[in-house]
């Protein structure tokens, strides 16, 4: 299989029903987006047309380096087949009705899906990071080696 080197936090089954209407059913499709400012969080120039394989992104962003100095694409591998389960209903969750309380199965898998979103947040990832760190710094200064 071959894996994307952009990785998106924001899945495009997701992202595609943000799109410009027009260019849904397009090979590339668009959404709006806005600019902020770093320092001052403010919205700068008008909204832009930008494709969505271009946004929410991140170079090998769940492929780190394994010790042979190869990229390790299974958790991308994994997001892909969840993202592909989950594109077979989306559509209708997204545009539609939904009864979850009589379909086990859909509240489940929606669930993941949400939950594993959720996860890969980049800010998300930086909070689980920072977690992780303040953890090792915790026990290794209780139990030095």
């Known amino acids: 299989m071959n894996f994307p080197k952009n990785q998106h936090w924001n899945p495009k089954v997701y992202l595609q029903y943000f799109t410009i209407p027009e260019t849904r ?3 590339v499709q668009k959404t709006w987006i806005f600019f902020k400012e770093e ?10 047309e930008k494709n969505i394989d271009k946004i929410c992104t991140k170079k090998y962003l769940y492929s780190p380096v394994d010790k042979k100095g190869e990229r390790d694409f299974s958790l991308e591998s994994k997001f892909d087949s969840l993202e592909t389960l989950i594109g077979q ?3 209708k969750v997204a545009e539609d009705f939904v009864d979850f309380a009589n379909n086990r199965s859909l509240r489940k898998i929606v669930a993941l899906f949400i ?6 947040n980049l800010d998300t990832l930086t909070q689980i990071t920072d977690l992780h760190r303040q953890m090792v710094d915790f026990f290794s200064a209780i139990n030095p080696r």
Do not use: A, H
């Open 89 to 91: 209903i989306w559509q």
């Open 39 to 48: 320092d001052e969080n403010l919205l700068i120039n008008e909204p832009i």
């Open 25 to 27: 059913d397009k090979n």
């Open 115 to 120: 939950s594993t979103m959720y996860l890969r």
